[in-house]
């Protein structure tokens, strides 16, 4: 899958579009306060990417398992310092509503664990490169 964000940015407008194999959803996103940059930092964005990659991989594993889940939440949690400085101490806690088998559907969020794409991308490191395109 080719994926892309992108961010137009000027005062008062805030204009994002994600991509995943050409197809195109916008997302709304408020300004700051002082109308440049959003109002969301990228801390955020990225925990709330683990939390929404997660989720996703809940339903289609569980699907796969025919495993009818009803709800799935999600908290993930991480620490930043300083400016230019990396996160650390990222955390998640999952709960799985089902009427399966506790046991399933703590194989269920074991295995998910361990498949999760955006997981395993952070968890092996990634090369983030600026280019002149």
């Not at 400085?85 to 990222?90: A, K, L, V, W």
């Not at 955390?91 to 799985?96: E, I, L, P, R």
């Amino acid at each position: 899958m080719q994926m892309s964000a992108s961010i137009k940015s000027a005062f008062n407008q805030h204009d994002i579009v994600v991509q995943t194999n050409g197809a195109s959803k916008t997302l709304s996103i408020a300004t700051k306060p002082s109308g440049f940059g959003s109002a969301i930092n990228g801390g955020e964005l990225l925990l709330l990417s683990l939390a929404t990659c997660f989720c996703n991989d809940i339903y289609r594993e569980a699907s796969k398992r025919n495993i009818a889940v009803s709800r799935v939440d999600v908290t993930v949690s991480g620490e930043f310092g300083a400016d230019g400085e990396p996160g650390f101490n990222f955390t998640y806690k999952a709960h799985v509503t089902s009427d399966a088998p506790a046991a399933e559907i703590d194989a269920l969020i074991s295995h998910t664990d361990q498949i999760a794409e955006v997981h395993n991308t952070l968890r092996k490191g990634i090369s983030v490169r600026l280019t002149n395109d």
